[in-house]
């Protein structure tokens, strides 16, 4: 039972260009969100979160998109630029409660490259 | 600043046989976590420690135990490892802010 999943297994995009990665949850315990990313070899590095009482953050070139009611979060990365190139997970987990702020569960990723 | 840190970072085993893969954090972290990563599958959380002293599983415990040895260390063991245990292995740690998890640049265990 995949409480986070990411469709899109894949994504390419023109340098310069907007790209749009999305999520979608099932689990509406879920009250905060968050982007990862990753390149090879590393360990994922938080991107940009957003709390349920939004339903937009926003971080230079990274836009958080959160629509509740469809239980759908996406970001925007504009320009995209090369160097965006690299895996992104969106997490989710239940704030409330004293819950471990780590404890988090993903989606599948995506990978995005950004053509020169 | 070397925030978390995991050792070995490749290992293949036999099938059968016993590991122990360290994890230590310099943020003096309350929480610590391991993961695994495998294709299509995201992340997913085998045990967690939400402070010194105590430790709960995840999503995927089974074949995994761990040990809280201090605050800053977590460590995960494979006591029979199989080939279903071929992974990428993190640890990560957390505080109570909205970065969620720092992370470890992981542990490729491959089980032949």
């Known amino acids: 039972d995949q409480q986070v999943k990411q469709n899109s297994p894949s994504l390419s995009v023109q340098e310069g260009r907007i790209s749009i990665l999305n999520c979608d949850y099932t689990?509406?315990?879920?009250?905060?969100f968050l982007w990862y990313k990753k390149y090879p070899a590393e360990g994922p590095t938080f991107l940009i979160s957003i709390s349920s009482i939004k339903d937009k953050n926003e971080d230079g070139r990274f836009t958080v998109f959160l629509n509740k009611s469809a239980k759908h979060l996406s970001l925007h990365i504009v320009p995209s630029q090369p160097g965006d190139s690299a895996v992104y997970f969106c997490a989710a987990f239940p704030y409330g409660g004293g819950t471990s702020y780590g404890k988090l569960t993903f989606g599948q990723g995506t990978i995005l490259t950004v053509h020169p | 600043n070397a925030g978390v840190t995991q050792t070995p970072k490749f290992q293949v085993l036999k099938t059968g046989q016993s590991m122990t893969l360290q994890c230590a954090q310099d943020m003096n972290h309350n929480s610590m976590y391991w993961y695994r990563q495998d294709p299509g599958m995201g992340l997913r959380l085998i045990y967690y420690s939400a402070s010194e002293g105590t430790t709960d599983k995840g999503e995927v415990p089974n074949g995994y135990n761990v040990s809280r040895l201090n605050k800053r260390e977590f460590s995960l063991r494979l006591e029979s490892a199989a080939p279903s245990q071929t992974s990428v292995y993190f640890c990560?740690?957390?505080?109570?802010?909205?970065?969620?998890?720092?992370f470890g640049q992981g542990t490729r265990l491959t089980v032949v």
């Open positions: 689990n509406s315990m879920f009250d905060y």
């Open positions: 990560a740690s957390s505080e109570k802010t909205h970065r969620g998890a720092f």
